[in-house]
């Protein structure tokens, strides 16, 4: 089974940094685009930054210029990188990986269970 486990949530100050983890396991043949989403609390779910399998990025208007994402394929993880923190950065924030797990086959979306990320002062 894949696993999709997530670290470095917490709580920071405005204008503040966190770097978020994530880490794929399990029977994996490759992994294509990496993201991460976050969802506060009566919002729909929204993209906060992409990565695709060969370094190309992508991020919300909202996070451009404070927030990084990259990824190390030999141990199959991506980060986030979140630099001058607002309040509104306030969210569940999820590990998003596209996957194929077995030669031939279909890649399919798997989820971390979300971290929780608070700015306040």
């Known amino acids: 089974q894949v696993q999709v486990v997530e670290s470095g949530g917490g709580l920071a100050q405005p204008g503040g940094s966190l770097r978020l983890s994530c880490a794929a396991t399990g029977s994996i043949v490759s992994i294509n685009t990496m993201g991460w989403y976050r969802q506060a609390p009566g919002k729909q779910r929204e993209l906060v930054a992409v990565?695709?399998?060969?370094?190309?990025?992508n991020y919300a208007d909202s996070v451009k210029g404070r927030f990084t994402i990259s990824r190390d394929n030999a141990k199959k993880m991506v980060y986030l990188q979140m630099n001058s923190l607002k309040p509104e950065d306030t969210a569940v924030y999820y590990c998003?990986?596209?996957?194929?797990?077995?030669?031939?086959?279909?890649?399919?979306?798997?989820w971390g269970q979300g971290t929780q990320v608070t700015v306040s002062s």
């Open positions: 990565i695709t399998s060969g370094g190309s990025t």
């Open positions: 998003n990986l596209v996957i194929r797990r077995s030669w031939n086959s279909n890649t399919y979306n798997y």
